[in-house]
Antibody, heavy 120, light 111 residues
């Protein structure tokens, strides 16, 4: 059974940093691209970042480029999102998600999410 | 990259069929057969319902079907049930962003 479990969310002041983790199991982690998706309170879904299976390529939404860094440790089956220079508008539930093996952008499994609140 | 356009809300009675539209451009929905649909119940994580326009993952009810015409994709829920009440989001590959683009989301209400 595929499982994704995020952690690391919490309350942080504007300008601060936070590191999210996503522990995975039930599939060959290194064989799949992974993504982070966020959802601000009462709002829709937003793609945040993506990384290929081997970690060679990373991609970011314009809204987080230069501030967030996605990475993975395939020996630990874990995905990360380092978030720096946080802003109030980064407040959201952050989900990690597993890509399918197909072309496109589809993700087939999601974690339960971790809440990040940026406020003074 | 602007979000794909979905109706804010759609409603129907139990047993009826409803259709949710997802309108984009030739750079996303119209240009590729890579449209997915996700269901999100209140305070829950999204769930994949349809991928590549019209394919259902294992375990998803056959009451859910997807299609596309031009720049508009559609999700149809037939035999509407109370458990279908949720938010639905489309997503598409786009030539202007490797990450893709989500729709604005549609709240489905079962009357």
């Amino acid at each position: 059974e595929v499982q994704l479990l995020e952690s690391g969310g919490g309350l942080v002041q504007p300008g601060g940093s936070l590191r999210l983790s996503c522990a995975t199991s039930g599939f060959t982690f290194s064989g799949y691209g992974m993504r982070w998706v966020r959802q601000a309170p009462g709002k829709g879904l937003e793609w945040v970042s993506a990384i290929t299976g081997g970690g060679e390529n990373t991609y970011y939404a314009d809204s987080v480029k230069g501030r967030f860094t996605i990475s993975r440790d395939n020996s630990k089956n874990t995905l990360y999102l380092q978030m720096n220079s946080l802003r109030a508008e980064d407040t959201a539930i952050y989900y990690c998600a597993k890509r399918t093996s197909r072309t496109g952008t589809t993700v087939d499994y999601w974690g339960q999410g971790t809440l990040v609140t940026v406020s003074s | 990259q602007s979000a794909l356009t979905q109706p804010a809300s759609v409603s129907g009675s139990p047993g009826q069929s409803i259709t949710i539209s997802c309108t984009g451009t030739s750079s996303d929905v119209g240009g590729y057969n890579y449209v997915s649909w996700y269901q999100q119940h209140s305070d829950k994580a999204p769930k994949l319902m349809i991928y590549d326009v019209s394919n259902r993952p294992s375990g998803v009810s056959i009451r859910f079907s997807g299609s596309k015409s031009g720049n508009t994709a559609s999700l149809t829920i037939s035999g509407l049930q109370a458990e279908d009440e949720a938010d639905y989001y489309c997503s598409s590959y786009t030539s202007s962003s490797t990450l893709g683009v989500f729709g604005t989301g549609t709240k489905v209400t079962v009357l």
